[in-house]
């Protein structure tokens, strides 16, 4: 499942007009909507902001619109078991043909899930967003502002650290060391940088020309070659891949032809073969794709999923891949990297929860998958048998955050968001090991040989133990929650980095400081940049899914920003360079007109909306753009 945070919940049913909810558990699986020709639009369902603190005032909306300018019969949020009116956030707003913003606001007083989803009806036929087989999560809520994120590379022999790098308020998506510990990759935000082991001043950073908006969950990712030599990374929208001497990408793919948003890449070993799990929509055959290149860029194959795929990683060999997905497709995949056919294509191995992790021996003989939430589990296959070997229950279902395993396939490691640390020898699906610490877990690794590992965590802290002893040998104290980690392969060279939990049922905290709060004093949030009915504005996330696929232009957006800016400048008078701002804004008039000439030229239409996309230099996979119908845009 994708979007910004994933679900568990329970389903409605609306009859004669009023909505009423299912007394069930917050599990269940919502069935879809028939499909009408009277049906509504719901798009941009989404919560502002989507991160933050408690005693927060966090803002739940969605736009309207009907074909025929119907007014809504109602327009409801189900939230946290119950179902609410929602209210237009422009009560003069009644044009409901182009679409009218609705709005629910609520102030958090404790840690913990929010979901929620949104559904309305003209009386007619009905819609629903921010859904895919169960409810949206959000907003996310930390203890922390996470604006001292940092990269730190640490000794796991010694049990210190060496160096740190400040990233500030960027989340660290990704960091990868070669297997010697050499060379270190690391991807935030907005950038990759590229570091000798040996000094945490960057060989060199390469910053995005796009920014994205700090707390999505569709994160990107960074991967590096065996020899340090080559560095693949997806970030805001493409795919890049770089050469160590240089911070300029040998070359770039264009990722937003397919979706746009990435949840992992990796790198064979040898740097002949790179890939990327996409986010995107279930119906749209171009996105939600894993996606395979060879080393000079050309795309080898692609294959659909119905859910975003969450994680892919090759095998030592670089001859096979495993991967996985989120809802509604909740499968375990090895492909071979000559065919996009499937070696394994698993049932669904949760259900309602998202496939969040998968690992690969170095022959690719054995794989293992690590489930989310409800059905929390570890998942070990076999490639020649296709079958399950075994599955091990987490406690309490908790869901596995962090997983690896040995390049010979002998240990399985994992970590839960219920803190619990478990250690498998792959013969049996009994732990060897399993232990527990007070502090929801966001990374763990093995060394090669599983005589050591670490986890990462809530308490924002670094533990390195040793095989066979419970008390951690080693805890370093980082700035924020460790959400990534990466041990060399010969074992001297630990790499971590902190950010948010991008992507999670539970709201992330120590587990030590659960409490709720009065929230005497509420925190008004910052004002949102824009609003875009048509897709979401952060770069890094995927498509805005829900019953029906439309949206505006980017054209109307900008028309929208430049009319608004007009009349703020206008209405507040203010002078630019000693003139009066009457002259700006009749120069702004004129390119509004200019574009809106311009965009009665466009050549092809979004079929449900009837609006000109192509040529607006964005690849609009949700209004069925390709490469084929729409080359200018979807080059590859």
């Given at each position: 499942?994708?979007?910004?945070?994933?679900?568990?919940?329970?389903?409605?049913?609306?009859?004669?007009?009023?909505?009423?909810?299912?007394?069930?558990?917050?599990?269940?699986?919502?069935?879809?909507?028939?499909?009408?020709?009277?049906?509504?639009?719901?798009?941009?369902?989404?919560?502002?902001?989507?991160?933050?603190?408690?005693?927060?005032?966090?803002?739940?909306?969605?736009?309207?619109?009907?074909?025929?300018?119907?007014?809504?019969?109602?327009?409801?949020?189900?939230?946290?078991?119950?179902?609410?009116?929602?209210?237009?956030?422009?009560?003069?707003?009644?044009?409901?043909?182009?679409?009218?913003?609705?709005?629910?606001?609520?102030?958090?007083?404790?840690?913990?899930?929010?979901?929620?989803?949104?559904?309305?009806?003209?009386?007619?036929?009905?819609?629903?967003?921010?859904?895919?087989?169960?409810?949206?999560?959000?907003?996310?809520?930390?203890?922390?502002?996470?604006?001292?994120?940092?990269?730190?590379?640490?000794?796991?022999?010694?049990?210190?650290?060496?160096?740190?790098?400040?990233?500030?308020?960027?989340?660290?998506?990704?960091?990868?060391?070669?297997?010697?510990?050499?060379?270190?990759?690391?991807?935030?935000?907005?950038?990759?940088?590229?570091?000798?082991?040996?000094?945490?001043?960057?060989?060199?950073?390469?910053?995005?020309?796009?920014?994205?908006?700090?707390?999505?969950?569709?994160?990107?990712?960074?991967?590096?070659?065996?020899?340090?030599?080559?560095?693949?990374?997806?970030?805001?929208?493409?795919?890049?891949?770089?050469?160590?001497?240089?911070?300029?990408?040998?070359?770039?793919?264009?990722?937003?032809?397919?979706?746009?948003?990435?949840?992992?890449?990796?790198?064979?070993?040898?740097?002949?073969?790179?890939?990327?799990?996409?986010?995107?929509?279930?119906?749209?055959?171009?996105?939600?794709?894993?996606?395979?290149?060879?080393?000079?860029?050309?795309?080898?194959?692609?294959?659909h999923s119905s859910g975003n795929w969450h994680e892919v990683s090759f095998s030592t060999d670089g001859l096979y891949l495993s991967a996985a997905t989120g809802c509604p497709d909740r499968r375990g995949y090895l492909f071979s990297v000559d065919s996009s056919e499937p070696i394994i294509k698993s049932e669904p191995l949760s259900g309602e929860s998202p496939i969040d992790e998968a690992k690969i021996s170095a022959d690719g003989d054995l794989v293992a998958y690590g489930v989310e939430s409800d059905y929390g589990a570890i998942v070990l296959m076999s490639k020649n048998s296709k079958q399950i070997i075994w599955k091990y229950e987490t406690p309490s279902n908790k869901s596995v955050r962090a997983l690896t395993m040995t390049p010979d396939g002998k240990f399985i490691g994992a970590g839960t968001f219920g803190g619990d640390i478990l250690l498998f020898e792959t013969k049996s699906s009994n732990p060897v090991e399993r232990f527990k610490i007070n502090s929801s877990i966001g990374a763990f690794d093995?060394?090669?040989?599983?005589?050591?590992?670490?986890?990462?965590?809530?308490?924002?802290?670094?533990?390195?133990?040793?095989?066979?002893?419970?008390?951690?040998?080693?805890?370093?104290?980082?700035?924020?929650?460790?959400?990534?980690?990466?041990?060399?392969?010969?074992?001297?060279?630990?790499?971590?980095?902190?950010?948010?939990?991008?992507?999670?049922?539970?709201?992330?905290?120590?587990?030590?400081?659960?409490?709720?709060?009065?929230?005497?004093?509420?925190?008004?949030?910052?004002?949102?940049?824009?609003?875009?009915?048509?897709?979401?504005?952060?770069?890094?996330?995927?498509?805005?899914?829900?019953?029906?696929?439309?949206?505006?232009?980017?054209?109307?957006?900008?028309?929208?920003?430049?009319?608004?800016?007009?009349?703020?400048?206008?209405?507040?008078?203010?002078?630019?360079?000693?003139?009066?701002?009457?002259?700006?804004?009749?120069?702004?008039?004129?390119?509004?007109?200019?574009?809106?000439?311009?965009?009665?030229?466009?050549?092809?239409?979004?079929?449900?909306?009837?609006?000109?996309?192509?040529?607006?230099?964005?690849?609009?996979?949700?209004?069925?753009?390709?490469?084929?119908?729409?080359?200018?845009?979807?080059?590859?």
């Amino acid at each position: 499942m994708a979007k910004f945070a994933l679900v568990l919940f329970a389903f409605f049913l609306l009859f004669s007009g009023s909505a009423y909810a299912e007394n069930l558990s917050p599990a269940g699986v919502i069935p879809k909507l028939p499909k009408t020709a009277n049906d509504p639009i719901l798009i941009n369902g989404k919560v502002h902001p989507f991160w933050g603190p408690i005693c927060q005032r966090y803002t739940y909306s969605v736009v309207y619109s009907d074909k025929a300018g119907r007014p809504p019969q109602y327009v409801k949020i189900y939230f946290n078991g119950k179902l609410l009116d929602m209210q237009k956030e422009d009560n003069e707003d009644d044009d409901y043909q182009k679409g009218v913003k609705y709005i629910f606001k609520n102030v958090p007083k404790k840690y913990g899930s929010n979901f929620y989803y949104f559904e309305a009806s003209n009386g007619l036929g009905k819609a629903r967003a921010s859904i895919i087989d169960s409810p949206d999560n959000g907003p996310v809520l930390f203890d922390s502002d996470f604006n001292d994120n940092e990269i730190v590379l640490i000794d796991p022999l010694a049990g210190k650290e060496l160096w740190r790098y400040p990233t500030g308020p960027e989340w660290v998506g990704a960091v990868a060391l070669s297997d010697d510990g050499r060379y270190l990759a690391a991807q935030s935000s907005s950038h990759v940088y590229f570091f000798d082991s040996s000094t945490n001043e960057p060989l060199w950073i390469y910053e995005s020309p796009t920014k994205s908006n700090i707390g999505g969950d569709v994160k990107g990712g960074v991967a590096i070659s065996a020899d340090g030599a080559k560095v693949f990374a997806a970030l805001n929208g493409k795919a890049l891949f770089f050469d160590r001497k240089s911070n300029k990408p040998v070359w770039t793919y264009n990722l937003e032809q397919n979706g746009g948003g990435a949840y992992g890449v990796d790198i064979s070993k040898d740097g002949s073969h790179t890939a990327v799990a996409m986010a995107g929509s279930e119906s749209d055959e171009n996105s939600n794709v894993l996606l395979l290149f060879n080393q000079k860029g050309k795309k080898l194959w692609q294959y659909h999923s119905s859910g975003n795929w969450h994680e892919v990683s090759f095998s030592t060999d670089g001859l096979y891949l495993s991967a996985a997905t989120g809802c509604p497709d909740r499968r375990g995949y090895l492909f071979s990297v000559d065919s996009s056919e499937p070696i394994i294509k698993s049932e669904p191995l949760s259900g309602e929860s998202p496939i969040d992790e998968a690992k690969i021996s170095a022959d690719g003989d054995l794989v293992a998958y690590g489930v989310e939430s409800d059905y929390g589990a570890i998942v070990l296959m076999s490639k020649n048998s296709k079958q399950i070997i075994w599955k091990y229950e987490t406690p309490s279902n908790k869901s596995v955050r962090a997983l690896t395993m040995t390049p010979d396939g002998k240990f399985i490691g994992a970590g839960t968001f219920g803190g619990d640390i478990l250690l498998f020898e792959t013969k049996s699906s009994n732990p060897v090991e399993r232990f527990k610490i007070n502090s929801s877990i966001g990374a763990f690794d093995l060394s090669d040989d599983g005589s050591v590992f670490m986890t990462g965590s809530a308490d924002k802290k670094v533990r390195i133990y040793k095989r066979g002893e419970t008390k951690a040998k080693a805890e370093i104290k980082l700035n924020e929650y460790v959400g990534e980690l990466d041990i060399s392969a010969n074992g001297k060279f630990a790499a971590a980095g902190t950010s948010g939990a991008v992507y999670f049922f539970e709201s992330l905290i120590d587990l030590n400081s659960a409490k709720v709060s009065s929230c005497n004093q509420i925190i008004e949030p910052p004002k949102e940049e824009t609003t875009f009915f048509g897709g979401q504005n952060n770069t890094n996330s995927p498509p805005i899914q829900s019953d029906e696929k439309t949206g505006v232009p980017v054209v109307s957006l900008t028309l929208s920003i430049i009319a608004m800016v007009v009349f703020v400048l206008v209405s507040r008078g203010r002078e630019v360079k000693g003139k009066r701002i009457i002259l700006v804004s009749l120069g702004l008039v004129t390119i509004l007109a200019l574009l809106t000439t311009a965009f009665f030229f466009w050549k092809d239409e979004d079929p449900q909306s009837g609006k000109n996309i192509c040529g607006d230099s964005i690849c609009n996979s949700s209004f069925g753009e390709t490469k084929n119908n729409c080359p200018q845009d979807c080059m590859e």
